[in-house]
């Protein structure tokens, strides 16, 4: 079993060329639908049925799983049974088109304001090492929409402050994004001044490193944006994707096109873009409901 997983992560990584968090949460879906299943039925994951995956994903409802997170545990086990099928270990795959997951009402993300992105990026302090390169983390995921993870692997190659952009990797192509003044002037304060004295191997690539010298890490920077977030006073329940969603519901606003942001999103697929067309009408349609005298 731990050779087939085994196999079925080299498959992923070097195969279909999957992000780090992709493989990752495949296999852990994968190791935790196998647990349950040699915990309740004494089985392995070769000898699972359709009954038994549909009764796994009852469980999981039952836990107080979300449909999407049942929707997701189906997906990986989808992939993974038609990966096993396709190298012969079995002839069919138990997942068929049978099954079915409730997802239940999907919720839009979350989104800032104006004002509130503008009350978030003054939080950091302009005077100290850390102030400013939190200063320019913030100010980089804002101007540029980028996901955390591509926001850590930024390494000092990827920003070129004369054309004013930075390119960014994913697991299958790099795009380049331009940064609006601000955001480019905090990041050449933290590049000239700061970066050189926090680094502590002069040979690190990392273009954002933490007080110990090192890359920073997906929970380093979250817990700096909940920092910011309390003293920002924002009350809204926010995580380093809103940042995300609100660049992208922000531009559509100001009269960006869908082919545009799809671009500097890095969305492989329109159909994810078109989400945040979406969130813009719903928001002119409540304004609308609220300010039209016969609304």
Not at 16 to 26: L, P
Not at 123 to 132: F, N
Not at 194 to 220: C, H, I, T, W, Y
Not at 252 to 281: K, P
């Amino acid at each position: 079993m731990l050779d087939l997983i085994h196999a079925y992560e080299t498959y992923l990584t070097k195969v279909k060329q999957a992000s780090n968090n992709t493989v990752s949460s495949y296999l852990r879906d994968i190791r935790q639908f196998s647990q349950w299943l040699q915990k309740e039925e004494g089985l392995d994951v070769l000898e699972a049925t359709q009954v038994n995956i549909s009764a796994y994903l009852r469980y999981l409802q039952d836990q107080g799983k979300s449909g999407a997170t049942a929707s997701r545990m189906l997906a990986s086990l989808k992939n993974f049974y038609a990966y096993v099928v396709s190298t012969g270990f079995l002839e069919e795959s138990p997942v068929s088109g049978e099954i079915h997951v409730d997802r239940g009402e999907k919720k839009l993300p979350q989104i800032l304001t104006g004002k509130e992105v503008e009350r978030l990026l003054a939080q950091p302090s302009g005077t100290d090492a850390k102030g400013l390169r939190d200063k320019a983390m913030l100010e980089v995921m804002y101007a540029t929409g980028i996901r955390v993870t591509e926001l850590i692997d930024l390494n000092v190659e990827d920003v070129n402050l004369e054309l004013g952009i930075i390119k960014c990797h994913s697991a299958k192509k790099s795009r380049a994004i331009p940064l609006y003044p601000a955001a480019l002037r905090a990041l050449g304060v933290y590049l000239r001044e700061v970066r050189v004295v926090m680094v502590a191997d002069p040979q690190e690539k990392a273009l954002f490193v933490n007080v110990s010298g090192g890359r920073m890490s997906r929970q380093g920077f979250w817990k700096i944006l909940k920092h910011y977030q309390e003293k920002a006073g924002i009350e809204k329940e926010i995580t380093p994707h809103t940042l995300r969603h609100s660049f992208a519901v922000h531009l559509l606003e100001n009269g960006a096109d869908l082919g545009s942001l799809q671009e500097l999103m890095g969305h492989s697929d329109i159909s994810s873009t078109q989400i945040y067309t979406h969130m813009v009408n719903q928001k002119i349609k409540s304004v609308y409901e609220k300010c039209h005298p016969k609304a």
